[in-house]
């Protein structure tokens, strides 16, 4: 009688275990296809020639000599000219820089940036004023991938002269087109 109730349990023991397996694969499943669908319904990474659309959310700004704060604002079209892995050069192709009465047009410029979760971007060039006055310009920050399709920089810099300078701070958003 012995015999009986051992195989029994080891029947019971194997149907537990393959219960187990069973429910752990269409676990594994229920995991695995909506990340497999999410990530096939991402846009590729950038490619040489994209246009991107670099758009202030936020802007401040504050003269030198000056300790008021002034509402800014940054709207620039990139293209990009050279990707090597997460490494991406950029050229200004035109753009407008405004901050309190003055509003300034971007002429040239030039930059790169680390593109990944959390990278990095750099950009630098001319603006001309209405008047003609050229300026130098320089910004620097944070590029954050928040999801698909929403791209957030933190940037910081100024624009001036060598007598003049103005310092800019943005959070701008970063897309394709």
């Known amino acids: 009688m012995y015999a009986p109730a051992s195989t029994a349990y080891s029947v019971r023991l194997m149907r537990s275990k393959y219960l187990s397996l069973l429910l752990l694969t269409v676990m594994a499943l229920a995991v695995v296809v909506p990340m497999q669908a999410a990530f096939a319904e991402e846009q590729p990474g950038l490619q040489v020639g994209d246009v991107l659309r670099l758009e202030s959310a936020k802007g401040a700004a504050r003269t030198a000599d000056e300790e008021v704060m002034m509402r800014a604002t940054l709207s620039m079209t990139l293209?990009?000219?050279?990707?090597?892995?997460?490494?991406?050069?950029?050229?200004?192709?035109?753009?407008?820089?405004?901050?309190?009465?003055?509003?300034?047009?971007?002429?040239?410029?030039?930059?790169?940036?680390?593109?990944?979760?959390?990278?990095?971007?750099?950009?630098?060039?001319?603006?001309?004023?209405?008047?003609?006055?050229?300026?130098?310009?320089?910004?620097?920050?944070?590029?954050?991938?928040?999801?698909?399709?929403?791209?957030?920089?933190?940037?910081?810099?100024?624009?001036?002269?060598?007598?003049?300078?103005?310092?800019?701070?943005?959070?701008?958003?970063?897309?394709?087109?």
């Open 79 to 177: 293209s990009v000219t050279s990707v090597n892995k997460t490494r991406v050069r950029l050229t200004v192709t035109s753009g407008q820089i405004s901050f309190g009465d003055s509003v300034y047009t971007v002429t040239s410029g030039e930059g790169g940036g680390i593109a990944c979760r959390f990278g990095w971007i750099a950009l630098h060039g001319s603006a001309a004023s209405s008047a003609g006055a050229v300026l130098r310009f320089r910004f620097e920050g944070m590029l954050h991938h928040e999801r698909p399709g929403l791209n957030l920089a933190g940037l910081f810099g100024g624009i001036g002269d060598g007598d003049n300078r103005t310092v800019l701070r943005f959070v701008a958003r970063l897309s394709k087109g």
